[in-house]
């Protein structure tokens, strides 16, 4: 069965600093894999994708994350929080060969400290 | 704006209530999926529709059923409502064959 593993529920960081919000995967297929961020009182909203080819790809609002097959990871990173970054982040599996539903991660809580 | 509309925006209803909740997918989209996001089970699949039939099944209760019709659009029902049904209903379309989901604002649920 798949499953997402999020470490750290919430993540405080300094307005400037760097982001990291981490997600591991457990897949037996080749996965898909997907970063939300979910503002509050609003829907998700999806920062970015992993289907196959280059395993670093980047999103929106400067968001970036990286593929690593070996460690069944795909880290959020941004190199510079801003204020309106804070947010609730979720990382998602889906199986290649099913009906692509997700599978969400518990999400992590961005605090962004000024 | 992902394309993806969902009404109504909040609920309020009894315990043993039944409700119906609504979900147009963005233009051209077959498939709508179904997700409940609570405060114990976090976000979790409920049901997948396809062209209007049924193709994926999730931790759905007995109580929820669900149909899409023939203008694709989805309703979710949810039946003999209890306290723990309270929570945030979402419904996503994909775009391209990558499966990428956009979601709809959500519905949420109060039940009381």
């Known amino acids: 069965a798949q499953s997402v593993t999020q470490l750290g529920s919430h993540v405080s960081v300094s307005e400037g600093a760097l982001v990291l919000l981490r997600c591991n995967y457990s897949?037996?297929?080749?996965?898909?894999l997907f970063w939300y961020v979910q503002y509050p009182n609003q829907g998700l909203q999806l920062l970015l994708k992993?289907?196959?080819?280059?395993?670093l790809v980047k999103g929106i609002n400067g968001f970036e994350a990286e593929f690593k097959k070996s460690e069944t990871s795909f880290h959020l990173t941004k190199p510079s929080a801003h204020m309106s970054d804070a947010a609730e982040y979720f990382c998602?599996?889906?199986?290649?060969?099913?009906?692509?539903?997700?599978?969400f991660g518990s999400g992590t809580r961005l605090l962004v400290r000024p | 704006d992902s394309g993806v509309t969902q009404t109504p925006k909040h609920l309020i209803t009894a315990t043993g209530q039944r409700v119906t909740l609504r979900c147009s997918p963005r233009s051209g989209d077959l498939s709508v999926y179904w997700y409940q996001q609570s405060l114990d089970q976090g976000l979790q699949f409920l049901i997948q529709y396809y062209n209007g039939e049924e193709r994926a099944k999730g931790n759905i209760l007995e109580r929820f059923s669900a149909q899409q019709f023939p203008d694709l659009h989805s309703e979710l029902n949810l039946s003999s409502l209890e306290l723990g049904d309270s929570a945030l209903y979402f419904c996503a379309s994909p775009r391209d064959t990558h499966n990428e989901q956009y979601f709809g604002p959500g519905t949420r649920l109060t039940v009381t």
């Open positions: 998602a599996v889906t199986r290649t060969d099913s009906s692509y539903k997700l599978i």
């Open positions: 992993y289907t196959t080819g280059a395993t």
């Open positions: 897949s037996s297929v080749p996965p898909y």
